[in-house]
């Protein structure tokens, strides 16, 4: 058996002729298709028999490969697996005990411990130390969120080039059908239950960031799952409602933009010695900390979008109603 | 304070802002935003490397009111400068003259995406070569990692989506490898900004159990880094990621993404671990060895190729393990070696990988060298710039290439012995593989077929750029003092 494909060469093996291989090479060629694939296959029917065919091609091709190269590649990856283990294994034990510091070693977290609360004015020093003291890491970490997204929205969002066929479009209609018909199933009513509580939750664990444990990634999260649960139960048609394709951006551009203005903001005063006119409130306080509360939700709701973007973009090829 | 210290601050957040923005904007509007916003881009780190220069020291900025060991920082001397131009200038060209086929691989509903996963992917180089913080380098090379699997999944063939799956994996166990030398640094150091970082790896380095940790720590680091940037056992991602992506993309992918994981590698070596620390440990030795294989196994396969875009892509393994061989000889003159051979190829490969499609295109739409016969006649301007970086690959005198081969053979007649002859040999075969493939593909495009044919003439958006990148590979090549003598400022500056 080939786990990992190591020739990359597969173009250059000769491709037996005959007109059931033309499909699958322009699809892998590229060459030909600058429209849709889609549009050369007359009938379902078509496209998968060509499909079975090229996997029957595929898989011979697989096993007249040689063998010892593959016993050869087994060894290899299983010995440098168990080397790279060793070593780490190796590197540990030298590593400072558990408690034995030295000194210089812990001159940050020091500070970060004793004079984290009145400098930043969070209780929750966790919060503190990632939306200001470490702002800038936090700035790039949520926009990796954004960029997952927009990655996944390349892939599955429907287009001329990637188009569902019919079965997959019975599927999605039929679980629409299927929960507008059943109404009383007992996930909908476990979910009905859950729901209100889920998203105060949510918004309790957004809001208290800089008092309690939680904060924007935790928060959204939850609030995600949320929209999840509601999706899986009512079906897409009551999520639609909220979100949009168009409120789905919004929501992503507001949060992210008036993440970037507010810390570029603070980074610009911090670093010419300018006062930043934010204030710290009373520390404990629902609003204290400075920044941190606005930038916990734009983070949150950036978070929520993104998680049901993603079980939105699996399910359906869309984010909001199918166009 | 001088308002131009604000200057990488400003290109990181407004790129990250400008990835948000693109979203929201028609294709079209994305990419005019895109061309106007990088033109600014490039003034202002047009402006920081000349500040840089005038004042002849390097600058950190404090991002946020907490100083150096408990807040982040960013760091501008005159290498990360010249760098970031060399960043900026080669992505608005690729943006350049790659429109018309953005236009055409990727379908219409998603070209606003593509330019806002291109923005993003700006963000990422600028924040990972300002950098003074390496955690900060971790993130953003996260954002690099996934953007550069976005913009070659874009063109949604089925060959780019399983060239993305293969580069993606590669590319998270190099993040994962990353990660793990940057917790081991942090362990033992208990900082992540690279000043503080350096002085307790200084002290550190004395002791022999702290060692032991410092170089797995950095092994660990080197090999994450080379898998991402295509070192020679790990280079067989490379033809599918780049031959087959949206020329733009295949541009930025080759000259931009993976230069700067090298440069990141560089600066670790040089502020992290420090130079002196770095050239005893044995993993320079390593590099060196794999640099070479490298050399002679890309050019290799870019012998054996059918397709000239996967030439071009397995041509780039080779230049890969002529920077690493740089990093190998060790010394300041091998580090500007390695420096300067990453601008010379940046500028030389992104050309080539925008010039391919237009050959094809004349050609029936097809990469393969049996039906690329003539087609340099056919179209004569993408034929006179797919020719001239590829003298400069082979390394003609007065093209880059040649300047950076050069500095490669002095900075091993510097280190002497063994290392020299093994360098010379190496050098010599792998000129004469670059010029067999290289020659042999120009002989194909120029050798006419049928006379018939009309000839296609080209617009400005391919012209211009074009021969934006062909006047600083020239400019490389004839005052390739004054770039190595910049180079050499920036490496002063950054101990």
Redesign the interface.
């Known amino acids: 058996m080939k786990i990992f494909d ?1 020739n ?1 060469d597969v ?2 093996e000769p491709i037996p002729d005959g007109e059931d291989h033309d499909l ?1 090479e322009n ?8 429209d849709s694939p889609r549009e050369k296959v007359k009938t379902e029917k078509e496209y998968y028999r060509n499909y079975v065919r090229s996997t029957q091609w595929v898989q011979k091709l697989i096993l007249t490969e040689n063998r010892g190269f593959n016993v050869f590649y087994f060894s290899v990856a299983v010995v440098s697996c168990v080397l790279l283990i060793g ?2 294994l ?2 540990i034990s ?3 005990r558990y408690g034995v ?2 000194p ?6 020091k ?2 411990v004793e004079n984290g609360l009145q ?1 930043t004015g969070a209780v929750n020093i966790i919060s503190g130390i990632i939306l ?6 936090t ?3 949520s ?2 969120l ?3 997204l ?2 996944v ?3 599955l ?1 429907r ?4 188009m569902r066929t019919q079965y997959e479009d019975f599927y999605t209609i039929r679980d629409e059908k299927y929960h507008e018909l059943y109404r009383e199933s007992i996930m909908k009513f476990v979910a009905a239950v859950l729901l209100p509580c889920l998203l105060l939750y949510g918004a309790y664990v957004l809001l208290n960031g800089q008092i309690s444990p939680g904060g924007g990634f935790s928060g959204g999260a939850v609030l995600g799952s949320g929209l999840i649960i509601c999706a899986a139960a009512f079906g897409f048609r009551s999520t639609d409602r909220v979100i949009t394709r168009k409120t789905a ?2 929501i ?2 507001f949060s ?2 008036f993440y ?2 507010a ?2 903001y ?8 300018l006062e ?1 006119h934010i204030p710290k409130g009373t520390p404990g306080a629902i609003l204290s900390g400075g920044l941190i509360l606005p930038l916990d939700i734009a983070v949150g709701l950036v978070v929520a979008t993104t998680m049901f973007g993603f079980y939105s973009l699996f399910r359906r090829g869309s984010i909001g109603g199918n166009k | ?1 001088d308002f131009i ?2 200057f990488p ?2 290109s990181v ?1 407004l790129s ?2 400008s ?3 693109c ?2 904007l028609s294709g079209k509007k994305a990419r005019i935003y895109t061309i106007i916003y990088e033109c600014i881009l490039l003034v202002m780190v047009a402006a920081v490397l000349r500040y840089t220069v005038v004042t002849g020291e390097a600058f950190t ?6 100083p150096a ?4 920082e960013l760091r501008a001397g005159t290498l990360e400068a010249s760098i970031a131009v060399l960043f900026i200038a080669v992505m608005l060209c690729a943006v350049l003259a790659g429109q018309h086929y953005v236009r ?2 990727i ?4 070209v606003n ?2 330019y ?2 291109l923005n ?1 992917m700006t ?2 180089l600028m ?1 990972m070569t300002w950098t003074n ?1 390496i ?2 380098g971790y ?2 090379l ?2 690099l990692t ?2 550069s ?2 913009v070659l ?10 060239a993305a799956v ?1 580069y993606m994996i590669l590319n998270l166990v190099g993040s994962g490898l990353f990660l ?1 030398g940057v917790v ?1 640094l942090y ?6 900004l690279m000043v ?1 970082m350096q002085r ?1 790896i200084a002290m550190l380095y004395q002791d022999p ?2 060692r ?2 410092l170089i ?2 950095t092994g660990i680091l080197t090999i994450g880094l080379s898998i991402k940037s295509g070192l020679f056992p790990f280079h ?2 490379m ?2 990621t780049y031959g ?1 992506a949206t020329p733009t993309s295949g541009a930025v992918l080759s000259s931009l993404v993976s230069k700067c994981y090298i440069f990141l590698l560089i600066k670790i070596y040089w502020r992290v671990i420090g130079i002196d620390i770095f050239t005893d440990m044995p993993i320079r030795n390593v590099l060196f060895v794999l640099g070479l294989c490298g050399m002679v196994f890309g050019s290799l396969s870019a012998i054996r190729a ?2 000239i875009n996967r030439m071009v892509a397995f041509s780039s393994a080779a230049q890969i393990g002529y920077i690493y061989m740089g990093i190998g000889l060790g010394g300041t003159a091998g580090f500007t070696a390695a420096v300067f051979h990453i601008m010379a190829h940046a500028v030389t490969k992104s050309q080539l990988f925008l010039t391919t499609p237009r050959l094809a295109a004349v050609s029936g ?3 393969r060298f049996k039906n690329l016969q003539g087609c340099a006649l056919r179209d004569p301007n993408a034929g006179l710039f797919f020719l001239l970086p590829s003298l400069s690959m082979i390394g003609i005198p007065i093209f880059a290439g040649f300047s950076s081969k050069l500095f490669f053979a002095m900075a091993a007649a510097d280190r002497g012995g063994i290392k020299l002859i093994l360098v010379m040999l190496v050098l010599a075969a792998s000129s004469l593989l670059n010029a067999l493939y290289f020659m042999r593909t120009l002989i194909r495009i120029y050798t006419p077929s049928d006379p018939s044919n009309e000839r296609v003439r080209h617009h400005l958006d391919y012209n211009i750029p074009m021969t934006a990148l062909t006047l600083a590979n020239l400019a490389m090549g004839l005052f390739s003092g004054v770039f190595a003598a910049l180079i050499g400022q920036g490496f002063s500056m950054f101990n």
């Open positions: 190591l990359f173009e250059e699958l699809i892998m060629d590229g060459e030909e298709v600058h070593m780490l190796f590197t030298y590593l400072p510091e030295n210089e070693s812990i001159l940050v977290v500070r970060y400098e200001d003291y470490r702002a800038f890491d700035l790039g970490e926009h990796v954004f960029t997952a927009m990655c929205t390349v892939l969002r287009d001329s080039k990637n951006n919004l992503a551009f992210l933009g970037s203005f810390k570029g603070v980074f610009f005063t911090g670093a010419n010695g930043n | 304070m210290r604000n601050m400003f957040v990250l802002f990835g948000v923005l979203t929201m900025y404090v991002l946020g009111e907490f060991p408990w807040g982040n055409k691989d379908d219409e509903s998603k995406i593509y806002a996963i993003l963000a990422a924040a913080d955690f900060s993130v953003f996260e954002i996934l953007t699997c976005g999944i874009v063109r949604e063939i089925g060959r780019t989506t399983l293969r793990l081991l362990d033992i150091t208990g900082n992540l503080p307790e159990g702290a032991v940790v797995m720590a067989y991602w033809p599918d087959w059918e397709n739409n097809s990469l």
